[in-house]
């Protein structure tokens, strides 16, 4: 995780959230939506942000893989571990 100081974090947490929310309200009228638009949602972040060149499109591979990376790690791991302690394990 990017860990970034509270002041930044405190920048951005209220427009984060207000994204979320509305996601989430797109969620509850037809929850098929949300990968869709979650997906416009970051692929338009990216397209403002970066240059089209390969430095910056190398950078945004980079970014999207440890993002991927990081949601595993603190999120989808921890998951698995109670689900294997709650079921049994596999192996």
């Known amino acids: 995780m990017p860990y970034i100081t509270n002041e930044q974090r405190d920048v ?23 990968d869709g638009e ?7 972040l990216i397209s403002n942000l970066y240059d089209r060149n390969y430095f910056s499109l190398n950078r945004v591979m980079g970014v999207l893989t440890c993002v991927q990376l990081e949601v595993y790690r603190r999120i989808i791991a921890p998951y698995e571990d109670k689900k294997s302690i709650d079921n049994g394990d596999v192996f």
């Open 12 to 34: 951005l947490d209220d427009t984060i959230k207000r994204l979320s929310l509305s996601l989430l309200s797109t969620k509850n009228t037809d929850e098929k939506k949300l």
């Open 38 to 44: 979650l997906n416009y949602v970051i692929c338009s």
